[in-house]
C-alpha cells in the first residue's frame, strides 16, 4: 500500500524568505502522480502544484516549485518569497497512475508566516 | 479551474438522526467522486469512492451502512450520515476530477456537529 509521511508537523518562515516542506512516500508502482495542496483557514482544498513521475523536470508554478527525487521517493515543495497569504496546512498528495483515482494524503505541515 | 460545490457548509443534528450531504460538480460531468473525513488539525481520510451508476467502494474500516453514498447523476454525489452520533462530527470533503488523469478538485466541505 502507498503511504506519505510529511515529518514536519509545523514549520514557521519570515515574511519574504524561503521554506521547504518535506515529504517522502512509498510506492512500487513506476508510473504516479504527485501534488501538494494547500489548505487555509477556510478549509477549501486548493492545489499549488502537481509532478508527473514520469518527468525529470521539477515542476514550478510561480513561487512555488519542487524538488522531485523519483528514487529517494522524495517531493519537498520549495516556497519563495513568502507571504503572508501562504500561510495555511499543506498536504502532500499521493495518486497511482491506474484506473483508481483517488488521492493518499500526508498529515500535514501547518506554516506560519512571520511579518 | 473546475468548481466543486458542497452543500450545507454546516449542520448540526440531534443524535439518531440522518444527514444528507451534496457534492455537485458545476461545471463539468464526473463520473468519479471522492469522500474524504478530516478531523481537527488532522488529514484527509479517504472514506469511500463514489461511481457513477453503480455501488461505492469503500475503504477498510469504514461503514457502508453508515455512510451510505449515492451517486445518481454525473454532476451529483450525496454522503448520508445515517443515525448519527456525536463520534461522527467530524469535517466531510468531496472531491472529483474532470478525467481519471486530471487534478481533483474538492468541495468547500461540510462540519458535521451531532448534538
Known amino acids: 500500500a502507498q503511504t506519505v509521511t510529511q515529518s514536519q508537523p509545523e514549520m514557521s518562515v519570515q515574511e519574504a524568505e524561503t521554506v521547504t516542506l518535506s515529504c517522502t512516500y512509498d510506492?512500487?508502482?513506476?508510473?504516479?502522480?504527485l501534488f501538494w495542496y494547500k489548505q487555509p483557514p477556510s478549509r477549501q482544498m486548493i492545489l499549488v502544484i502537481r509532478q508527473e513521475a514520469y518527468k525529470q523536470q521539477n515542476a514550478t508554478e510561480n513561487r512555488f516549485s519542487v524538488n522531485f527525487q523519483k528514487a529517494a521517493k522524495s517531493f519537498s515543495l520549495k516556497i519563495s518569497d513568502s507571504q503572508l497569504g501562504d500561510a495555511a496546512m499543506y498536504f502532500c498528495a499521493f495518486r497511482g497512475g491506474g484506473a483508481t483515482n483517488k488521492l493518499i494524503f500526508g498529515t500535514g505541515t501547518l506554516l506560519a508566516v512571520q511579518p | 479551474g473546475a468548481v466543486v460545490s458542497q452543500h450545507p457548509s454546516w449542520v448540526i443534528c440531534k443524535s439518531g438522526t440522518s444527514v444528507k450531504i451534496e457534492c455537485r460538480s458545476l461545471?463539468?460531468?464526473?463520473?468519479?467522486m471522492f469522500w474524504y473525513r478530516q478531523f481537527p488539525k488532522q488529514s484527509l481520510m479517504l472514506m469511500a469512492t463514489?461511481?457513477?451508476?453503480?455501488?461505492?467502494?469503500?475503504e477498510q474500516g469504514v461503514e457502508k451502512d453508515k455512510f451510505l453514498i449515492n451517486h445518481a447523476s454525473l454532476t451529483l454525489s450525496t454522503l448520508t450520515v445515517t443515525s448519527a452520533h456525536p463520534e461522527d462530527s467530524s469535517f466531510y470533503i468531496c472531491?472529483?476530477?474532470?478525467?481519471?488523469?486530471?487534478?481533483?478538485?474538492f468541495g468547500q466541505g461540510t462540519r458535521l456537529t451531532v448534538v
Open positions: 461545471d463539468f460531468q464526473a463520473t468519479t
Open positions: 463514489s461511481n457513477e451508476g453503480s455501488k461505492a467502494t469503500y
Open positions: 472531491s472529483a476530477s474532470l478525467t481519471m488523469n486530471t487534478e481533483a478538485f
Open positions: 510506492t512500487s508502482e513506476s508510473d504516479y502522480y
